[in-house]
Each structure stands twice: as C-alpha cells, then as structure tokens.
C-alpha cells in the first residue's frame, strides 16, 4: 500500500465512435511510504505512528494496527477494552460521515457547487451536520485524548481510564443529539437520488451479533466467508501504470466496501432502533445503487449513536485499562471497518519486538477499481455526446459518492476528455 | 465543546506543530501565559478545518492567527476584520477541501460568525519564521486582545 490519503486525482476520458475506449482515474499523490517508516520501530509506537495516516481516520488504522499485534503478542482483550474500543470506533464513524454527507455529497444531490452554497439555503441541515460531527470528535477525545490524530489508545487497550463524570457528560450529549441523527436519516432519504443500479461485489466484516465494526470474517454478497488471516489469499493489489495508489481485485473482479456493503450484509445487526427508522424511511436494502451510500452512512451514524449510548451508560472506570505482554516474533493480521470500508493490516514482529514488516491495505485502494467501473456505466448512461462541463460534474458525483480519501482533490478533478472519430 | 465553559475572547493559532505550517503553533507558545484563562483562551489548532466553527461558536471575539501568503515581503503583518476577511482566498488544499476561508464563509452563511472577528496573517517566506518575527507577530495578536479586553473594562494579565 502507498499509504496516501488525500491528494490529486485526475481522470482521463477517451471516447471512440460514441463509446468510451478508455477511462483511468489516475492519483498522482506521491508515495508516502508509512509501511517502511515502520519497519525497525518499535511495536509500542505503531499506534501513535499509524494513526497520522490519515486526519479523518486515525482511530481506523490504530485499530486495526492493534488487533494484528495483539494476536502476535497473545494478548486477548478484557470485555471493557472490547467495548471502548467500539466506542472510539462509533465517535470515528460519526465524524467521519456527516463530514462526508454535508460537506461532500450533499451539495451534489442538491445541486449546488459546494457546502458554501448549500449552507446558505439549507443552514440548519449543515449546521445540524456539523453539531453531529463534533458530537463524534467529542467522543474520540474522550477515548484518545484529542479528536484529531488521537492519543490515547496503545497496543493492549488505552493509557487510561476516563472518569465516569466524563463518561457521563457525554451520554448527556449523545441522547440530546440522537433525535437529530434520526432526522438525518430520513433527509437523505428523500434526497432526489439518481437512479444507477449496477451488478458489483459487496464485502465486508461480519461478525455474530454485532453489526460490524472492530472485528470480524470478510464476507461477501457472493458467499465469500473467510478468515482476515485469508484475506491476500483472496484479494489481489496490483500496480496500475496511472496510479500511485494501488488497485485491488478479489480474483479479478472489482468490488464495494463501505457503508453500503456493510449495511447490505449486515442489515440484521443494525440495532433495533436504527432498523426500525430503516422501515420508516421507505429505503430498501440491500441496495444496488450506490448512490444509496448517502443514505447507509446516515444509518450508520445513527446505529453509531445507538451503540455509543448503550456503552456509555453502561459504563464504569477501570484499573486495567490497558494490559501487557512480553514481546515476541510472530505475524499477526488486523482488519476493520473503517467509515470507508476495510482496512486490512499484517504485521510481522522481531523477537525484541520490533517490526520486520508490514502492510497495509486500505478501503480506498481496494475500491478504485469499483469507481473506475462505476464512471464506465454511470457516464455511458449520462450521455457522452454532453458538454464537457456536466460530464465533469457528473463524474466528480459518482467519485465523490464513494467518499475517497482524495475527495479534496476530486472537488476540482481535472477531466481530460479525447474524442476520436 | 461547551462554550459556556470558554472565555468570550478566544485566540486561535492555526497550523501544524511541525514546519513549514508551524506558525500557529509558534505563535500560541508566545501567547501562552499573557493572558488570565478566565478571560482569553489561547489554543494551537492543528489543521481544525470546520472544527473551527466548533472553537468560535459562544465567542463575542475571536482572533484568528495563522501564515500567509499574498507576495508581500516575508514578516509582513496583515490584519484584517470584518468583510476584509472575504479577501482570504479559498485554496482548498486543506482537510477534504476546508481550509480556513472555506471555513469562515461556510460559518458566515450559517449565521456562526462570532461579533468580533479579527484575523492576524503572517508573510511566509522560503525560510522557518525567524524568532524576531514570532515575538513581532504575538505581540500584534497580545495587543489586539488587550485592547478588546480594554474597551471591555476587564481585567487582561495574569
């Protein structure tokens, strides 16, 4: 994995006799090579280390960083760290999805060039988007100390306990703004959503009983069932010659992860109330239209309520907040479900504890390729006879659905379009 | 972020703790210390992006401190208020596009701007910020916000 997370993207469009001959989504950004950084580290710095990869994500790769060094060092974690880690995890969801709902997508369904404009127009929606976003920086900072790059979790648990006035500060605010989590979810569905079903893989985590966040198997809508441990058995990154990122293939094919593929396999792990505002909003998945991602990532953020409550009252101090073990070499393999879909790691350990090794694979390598097959159907369906203007408009649309890591530089995606008779 | 529990007068330094972007944080160590917390917050914020809004919201007055570049000579001090603040221009290179002007328009159309916005830039030049530039910088932000906390008739050192 070339571990960039924002940059510059670029499409390259060349139309042939009214049919698309070729189409590259090309990012440009230059490698940022985190994987070797880590090499010779020490495995005690990876979370802090993994955690700048990205400014939207961090709690993602620390989590997933974490469950692989874990299961090398044996250390199996107590109910408590389970459950915060959970918690930190729903604080990440809810941040990192009204940002992309209000800042990124909205204004796209609503025709309007950005959240600038929208907010003069619909200045409750983006001021409620933005008091649920801080709602989920408010819980990650509680957890990791600061809700941007955070600090405060370690391999074997966190540094420290928070106290339960905090905890109980928190729920105050979360079960004031649930009402408002609701109301989202039943905007985004009457948001005049194109109408783009397509035939693609969906894979997520699975996991019993839970709707999937820190753990679990990779299925897939197409039966896949397999250990993370399998998972570079079954998925393929590859370079391609106009990209910097890599693109990943599950035997050949491209695929979804995200919010969509989460909630098209895992619908009947939503929490109840999440599933029953799911009947009132008159949506039905699974879902085939990606731009129906808008919707799931509202859900989301209101199962992400829904379960950070529940942790929350539930909660009580610990003394062992975090627990420790004698390092060891080994390899071990994280995976979980970042706001963007999976994020696959696999360490290998010296005996001092030091990384040999590791890789990274993160949602948006692995679904690049669904978005360049997405662009193929979604602009032969628009019209390629249109100007040149709607078709760039159009394409940022369906790349921005998708919520990449370099949606900045798709808001001003440069579009190269050659018409060969 | 509860703004019942800020002070009315918030100093915000916008940046990154590492250089080159590391202006705001420079400055907010300068600053830090002047002030009695109960009256001014001093903060260094890494990128906040619309987080932002969040540190404005409840302020009567906010003085926004970060780098700048508009072809002036390095050092330059640029103050700016009111609809001159409209003059930052949008560069989106920042977190998903949403850098500091991005910001304060998405806050002004929302209605979010504090009373008082006053925004004290920077030149940046090729070289790190000189120590001289520093200290010519927090004293321009110490004395604007002596001066609101003055026309207030609060109390403003430590």
Partial sequence: MLARVEGEGALDLSIENGEISELRLRIFEPPRLFEKFLEGRSHLEVPDM????????????????????????????????????????CGEWIESHSLHIHLLAAPDFLGFSNAI?????????????????????????????RSVHPVGARVGGFWHAPA????????????????????????????PLPHATQDFECVSLGHAGEYP??????????????????????????HAPHSTALHCHHRGQDYLVGPLARLNLNLDQLPAPTR???????????????????????????????????????????????????????????????PRGILWHRYELNEDGSIASARIVPPTSQNQARIEADLRASLHRFGLEQPEEKIRQHAETVIRNYDPCISCATHFLKLSIKHKA | MNAHLHPPVRILCIGSPAEPDNLGFLAAHALMGRF?????????????GPRLIEHMRGADTVILVDAVISGAAPGTLHTLEGRALDGLVMHQTSTHGFGLAETLALADRMGELPPHLKFIGLEAGAQPFAADEIAQLAKAVSDTATAVLDSAGKPRQV
């Avoid at chain 1, 955690?51 to 090398?72: D, H, K, N, T, W």
């Avoid at chain 1, 709602?135 to 990791?144: D, E, V, W």
């Avoid at chain 1, 109980?168 to 408002?180: I, R, S, V």
Wanted: glycine content about 6%.
């Fill in chain 1, 50 to 89: 993994v955690a700048r990869i990205c400014g939207i994500c961090p709690v993602a790769y620390q989590m997933s960083a974490v469950q692989a060094l874990e299961s090398i060092l044996g250390i199996e974690p107590t109910p408590w760290i389970r459950d915060m880690r959970r918690l930190f995890y």
């Fill in chain 2, 36 to 48: 009695d917390p109960e009256q001014v917050e001093v903060l260094a914020l890494d990128r906040p």
């Fill in chain 1, 213 to 238: 966040i820190t753990r679990g198997r990779i299925v897939s809508s197409r039966g896949l069932d397999i250990s993370i441990a399998a998972f570079a058995d079954e998925f393929q990154e590859s």
């Fill in chain 1, 276 to 338: 029953a505002l799911l009947e009132r909003c008159g949506m039905r998945f699974p879902s085939f239209n990606v731009f129906h991602s808008i919707v799931a990532r509202a859900l989301e953020i209101h199962a992400a309520f829904v379960e950070a409550i529940r942790l929350l009252e539930a909660y009580a101090p610990t003394a062992t907040p975090y627990l420790e073990a004698a390092p060891r070499a080994g390899v071990g393999f994280g995976a979980s479900e970042a």
């Fill in chain 1, 117 to 145: 404009d929208m907010a003069g127009k619909y200045p409750d929606v983006v001021r409620r988007g933005l008091r649920i976003q801080e709602a989920g920086n408010a819980i990650i900072s509680f957890l990791g100390g």
């Fill in chain 1, 164 to 191: 339960a006035a905090a905890a109980a500060k928190l729920l105050a605010e979360l079960q004031a703004l649930l009402p408002e989590a609701e109301a989202l979810v039943l905007w985004t569905a009457a948001l």
